[in-house]
Structure formats: C-alpha cells, structure tokens
Nanobody
C-alpha cells in the first residue's frame, strides 16, 4: 500500500488549494479514505472521510461548508478541495486508509498573508 499526497503550499487567507492523494498497491475502489491534519503542537485530527463509492462523506465541524472531499476510482485518487482557507487551517495534511491503518507522508499547507 502506498499513499502519496500532493498539492500543498503557501496560500493567503481566503484562498483555495486542492490536495490529491494517489493510491497504489491495493484495490482503491473497495476502501473508504480519509484526510487528517496535524498542526504544530496539536494532535492529529480527522478532517473528512469518504466511502468507497464516494456517495457518503463526513466532515469535521471546523471545515464544513469550506472543504470538499471527493474521489476518482478510475484514477485511484482522493482529493480535498479547500476553499476560504483560514490561518487555523495551517497543518500537515495526511491521507489515510483506515483499514490496516495506512498513512501517506503528508503535505504541508500554510495559510498566511
């Protein structure tokens, strides 16, 4: 199992970013996937998750209405569209497959003017 995140970077408050997580080594379409984040000095927290077909999604209250999780099973990729970014969204964002507890290496998102 390999999960590789990309798309992080520096963005101004109010801006947008789209994160991608490319999966390999397993049948991607069979598994729910999640995005987590960890800010400096804080515990890692769940941001959003999505069922195997993409029909079911859940979000942390702090990102509802601003972030959208989606997936493309043909491309073995899960996405996190982040809009209206705030300074408190600054963190390392990780992709996770809960079954078997597999994590990507993370991608840094910094929201700052």
């Amino acid at each position: 199992v390999q999960l590789v995140e990309s798309g992080g970077g520096l963005v101004q408050p109010g801006g947008s970013l789209r994160l991608s997580c490319a999966a390999s080594g397993f049948t991607f379409s069979r598994y729910a996937m999640s995005w987590y984040r960890q800010a400096p000095g804080k515990e890692r927290e769940l941001v959003a998750d999505i069922g195997s077909t993409g029909s079911i999604t859940n979000y942390a209250d702090s990102v509802k209405g601003r972030f959208t999780i989606s997936r493309d099973n043909a491309k073995n990729t899960v996405y996190l569209q982040m809009n209206s970014l705030k300074a408190e969204d600054t963190a390392v964002y990780y992709c996770r497959r809960q079954v078997g507890n597999f994590w990507g290496q993370g991608t840094q998102v910094t929201v700052s003017s």
